[in-house]
């Protein structure tokens, strides 16, 4: 067992940090402050090649993989969770294309990512329809131009720069799941809003829209796969395929506010001496290395996982079990690091605020913790997860 990361990975990891803390870092305030879309750190990204680290060599991409993708966004979101979605978003959006779309989708729409010359958002969430996805209520139905689509899709991470949209909605109504399909909406195509962005806690950088699909009619050539019916499929290929990215997002943040609270500590002094001194205050460190270390370990494994190809439902709970421990850990860690700056951790003059806010989004998206707690479970009563 090698728990020792490649070249290539290092590297990669390499250029993250540089940028992370040259690019990223001193821009992660104004950034929250002003709630608006970085587009000079999305051209830093671009600059360096780091929006197709997911996407084939074959589409445009460098195929360096999800666990290429993890080390990035886990440098990036030490500093700014909403940098690090702007990397997520180049594969959750990308991946029903990858898994799921014919060669000349493929060919069509994974190298502008790649390139940085387009931008994609992954709509399933509705207004009615969040942990239950097979119960969305959008409809596409067969016309004489190819599809009417009909709907609305809500808290849309990056849908209000995107170029195009990767969404799903009923071709079959009575199927529930069965009936669902994929599709690839530019977003251009009239019929096609945003409707309004959202006020959100936390992870200000990139806005969340609700996304209006009225009479959006698109060619039948933009049915993924060009098979209705299968986009259920896509959908849990692809949201297990990205857990491992929101867990490294939550596994960042979580090591840049302990950093930024050690920091702290060394120099804030109470009771004679550096509040560091202090084994009340050491104890707390030592616990929120314990539970990083353990969240690194689960991340990057469901990332190795994931680029075996071992994303399907019996390697699904490893993904959750990551997913759920790393983002809890983000809450847990940013919370005690506050607290161990006391009521200076409570201003904006410190981080660590935003890091509170920033993690507390991690635990909802991409299946909540408890929707991660019911997989887990499932694997145990099933025994695909045994410890004979």
Known sequence: MDFQLSEEHQLIRDVARRIAKERVAPRAAEIDAKEEYPEDIFAVYRDAGLLGLTIP????????????????????????????LMLLLTALPTQPIVLGGTEEQKKTYLPPIAKGEMRAAFGLTEPNAGSDAAAIQSRAVRGDKGY????????????????????????????????????????????????????????????????????????AENLIGGKENEGFKTVLGTLNSVRPIVAARGLGLAEGALSYALDFARQREAFGGPIADLQAIQF????????????????????????????????SHMLSIAKAFATETAVKVSSD?????????????????????DARQLMIVEGTSQIHRVIISRALLDRDLVYP
Not at 180 to 186: A, D, E, K, Y
């Open 57 to 84: 060599a074959a589409y445009g991409g460098s195929g360096a993989g999800f666990l290429a993708l993890a080390l990035t966004v886990e440098e990036v979101a030490k500093y700014c969770c909403s940098s690090g």
């Open 148 to 219: 009417v689509i009909n709907g609305e899709k809500a808290f849309i991470s990056g849908g209000a720069v995107a170029d195009y949209v990767t969404m799903f909605a009923k071709t079959d109504p009575a199927a529930r799941a069965r009936g669902i399909s994929g599709f690839i909406v530019p977003t251009t195509t009239p019929g096609f809003t945003v409707e309004h962005l959202d006020e959100k806690m936390g992870v200000r950088g990139v806005a969340t829209a609700t996304l209006c699909f009225e009479d959006c009619t698109v060619p």
């Open 284 to 315: 707390m460190f030592a616990d929120m290395a314990i539970q990083i270390e353990a969240a690194r370990v689960l991340t990057y494994q469901a990332a190795w996982l994931v680029d075996q190809g071992r994303f399907q439902r019996q390697d």
């Open 337 to 357: 690091a506050l607290q161990v700056l006391g009521a200076q951790g409570y201003m904006r003059d410190h981080p660590l605020e935003r890091h509170y806010r």
